[in-house]
């Protein structure tokens, strides 16, 4: 009898099992197995009909289009960034509304009047830091896209030039000293906020000193 018939397993070769679809299908051994990688997997069950090599994580879980970016641009950003930007605003104008409220109110028993008094406060305060918030993230937003499809590059220019622009472009009905003074916060947090993003890689890529 010919021991090398299909079939059976020497050393480690394969067989062949029977499978609930119909004819054979293959099934590895151990040895077999444990050479292919299972990166981010638990290990198999060697009795699975499955080959674990067609199960490996190679690519990315999502699909994108062809000429697609991984990261939204300036443009997709600039809905949430107006949007975050008025919510931000309406909650610190209310809390602060509520502090002057019951500030200005203080040596007045708590009634109707003084409740009225106080909603009308918060009310609004929250509606100016929202409109003062938004109207910054939109001039922000509005100069980061243009500055984008002028240059045809997105980098850490573009944040710092959209800031100052912005600083200079909300000021500028102040004068050309309230211009400049703007123009200089902008320039200052939207700096402090490229270094921010790019701390870790600085961190990781020390300037060298010779």
């Known amino acids: 009898m010919d021991n090398n018939t299909p079939g059976t397993s020497l050393g480690g070769s394969s067989k062949r099992g029977f499978s609930i679809f119909g004819g054979a299908s293959p099934e590895y051994s151990n040895t077999e197995l444990a050479g292919v990688p299972l990166t981010g997997m638990s290990p198999l069950s060697p009795y699975?009909?499955?080959?674990?090599?067609?199960?490996?994580?190679?690519?990315?879980?999502?699909i994108l289009p062809t000429g697609a970016n991984k990261t939204r641009g300036r443009f997709e950003l600039a809905f949430f960034t107006i949007g975050g930007s008025c919510i931000t605003g309406a909650?610190?104008?209310?809390?602060?509304?509520?502090?002057?409220?019951l500030s200005e109110t203080k040596d007045i028993a708590w009634s109707k009047p003084r409740n009225v008094q106080v909603l009308n406060l918060?009310?609004?305060?929250?509606?100016?830091?929202?409109?003062?918030?938004?109207?910054?993230?939109l001039l922000y937003s509005a100069f980061g896209v243009a500055i984008e499809?002028?240059?045809?590059?997105?980098?850490?220019?573009?944040?710092v030039a959209a800031?100052?622009?912005?600083?200079?472009?909300?000021?500028s009905t102040g004068g050309f000293r309230a211009a400049a003074r703007?123009?200089?916060?902008?320039?200052?947090l939207s700096g402090a906020y490229?270094?921010?993003?790019?701390?870790?890689?600085?961190?990781?890529?020390?300037?060298?000193?010779y």
């Open 122 to 137: 918060v009310t609004r305060q929250g509606a100016t830091w929202a409109n003062t918030l938004g109207s910054v993230a």
């Open 48 to 62: 699975l009909n499955v080959d674990p090599r067609y199960l490996t994580e190679d690519t990315d879980d999502f």
């Open 194 to 209: 490229a270094l921010y993003s790019n701390w870790d890689h600085l961190k990781a890529h020390p300037t060298s000193h």
């Open 149 to 159: 499809k002028a240059r045809g590059a997105e980098d850490d220019i573009n944040t």
């Open 91 to 101: 909650m610190f104008g209310s809390i602060n509304g509520l502090r002057m409220g």
């Open 163 to 171: 800031g100052t622009l912005t600083g200079l472009l909300y000021k």
């Open 182 to 188: 703007g123009g200089l916060v902008g320039l200052a």
